[in-house]
T-cell receptor, first 113, second 111 residues
Framework: KAGVTQTPRYLIKTRGQQVTLSCSPISGHRSVSWYQQTPGQGLQFLFEYFSETQRNKGNFPGRFSGRQFSNSRSEMNVSTLELGDSALYLC????????????FGPGTRLTVL | GDSVTQMEGPVTLSEEAFLTINCTYTATGYPSLFWYVQYPGEGLQLLLKATKADDKGSNKGFEATYRKETTSFHLEKGSVQVSDSAVYFCALKDSGSRLTFGEGTQLTVNP
């Protein structure tokens, strides 16, 4: 069974631009969570989507948003990029919301110049 | 809110040495506890987990016991290998899907 895939793997943007990252969960998994990893703040929870609905949200500004499609694929969008948004963005999928193990993808490395 | 504290790193050991990475947590409920490992350029891999007090998680020679009385979940391995070199994260999960991670501990094992 294929694992979690994230595209693109690397991305370079400039301040003020917006970016969309994509995550395809493991087949049959309906929950997708997003995390931001930076050297200074570590791993921080962004949000979780289950059955196309946002179930939970971390403490990030409104510039960070996401959505989930009927096939469980998820996208996250960051608008008006700032230098501090440079990070590894990790997607994790699980069978359902709340009690299952989470399986992580390889991440998208975003660099904001 | 929930929080996880790991021992300050990095940790450098010789091959076949004993490994301990300390992890303590603060949580209001009864969380599940996890250890994840991250190899260079990769995402996180679940190493082991424990879902209730006194549970012992184990995998690939690594072990950790959920200690409610000391709010700890220390990672141990009796004999490390060069291939164990990676960053290790302790994490907890409450009743939802949010994982709260520790700072991570860089482990380097020299031959």
């Amino acid at each position: 069974k294929a694992g979690v895939t994230q595209t693109p793997r690397y991305l370079i943007k400039t301040r003020g631009q917006q970016v969309t990252l994509s995550c395809s969960p493991i087949s049959g998994h309906r929950s997708v969570s997003w995390y931001q990893q930076t050297p200074g703040q570590g791993l921080q929870f962004l949000f979780e989507y289950f059955s196309e609905t946002q179930r939970n949200k971390g403490n990030f500004p409104g510039r960070f948003s996401g959505r989930q499609f009927s096939n469980s694929r998820s996208e996250m969008n960051v608008s008006t990029l700032e230098l501090g948004d440079s990070a590894l963005y990790l997607c994790a999928s699980s069978l359902d919301s709340g009690y299952s193990e989470q399986f992580f993808g390889p991440g998208t490395r975003l660099t904001v110049l | 809110g929930d929080s996880v504290t790991q021992m300050e790193g990095p940790v450098t050991l010789s091959e076949e040495a004993f490994l301990t990475i300390n992890c303590t947590y603060t949580a209001t409920g009864y969380p599940s506890l996890f250890w994840y490992v991250q190899y260079p350029g990769e995402g996180l891999q679940l190493l082991l987990k424990a879902t209730k007090a006194d549970d012992k998680g184990s995998n690939k020679g690594f072990e950790a016991t959920y200690r409610k009385e000391t709010t700890s979940f220390h990672l141990e391995k009796g004999s490390v290998q060069v291939s164990d070199s990676a960053v290790y994260f302790c994490a907890l999960k409450d009743s939802g899907s949010r994982l709260t991670f520790g700072e991570g501990t860089q482990l380097t094992v020299n031959p």
